[in-house]
Nanobody, 119 residues
Framework: QVELVESGGGLVQPGGSLRLSCSVS????????MAWYRQAPGQERELVAH???????KYADSVKGRFNISRDNAKNTVYLQMNSLKPEDTAVYYC?????????????WGKGTLVTVSS
């Protein structure tokens, strides 16, 4: 069983920074791609950033140059460093394990952490 726990959300002023963490239980972390999604009120969940098992990152256009995704396989943790935050970044941020052979082709999601960008 794979469980994900996000942390690091909170209230930040525009232009500020936050670092989200997602700790993953089990023994699959090194073999799976990871992703951060977000869902703002009244909107669909959207992909923010993705990192492959080998560490290759990809970003949504809306966060390129401001957000950085990274992973520490020794700690079974993926991070999302968010800089130059804007009010439109306000959302619940979710961590996801992408399905593959090692997860028996199941996706796994965390419960989310709320990020509020407001003055």
């Amino acid at each position: 069983q794979v469980e994900l726990v996000e942390s690091g959300g909170g209230l930040v002023q525009p232009g500020g920074s936050l670092r989200l963490s997602c700790s993953v239980s089990g023994n699959v972390f090194s073999f799976v791609d990871m992703a951060w999604y977000r869902q703002a009120p009244g909107q669909e969940r959207e992909l923010v950033a993705h990192i492959s098992s080998s560490g290759t990152p990809k970003y949504a256009d809306s966060v390129k140059g401001r957000f950085n995704i990274s992973r520490d396989n020794a700690k079974n943790t993926v991070y999302l460093q968010m800089n130059s935050l804007k009010p439109e970044d306000t959302a619940v941020y979710y961590c996801k394990v992408d399905r593959n052979y090692f997860t028996s082709y199941k996706d796994y999601w965390g419960k989310g952490t709320l990020v509020t960008v407001s003055s």
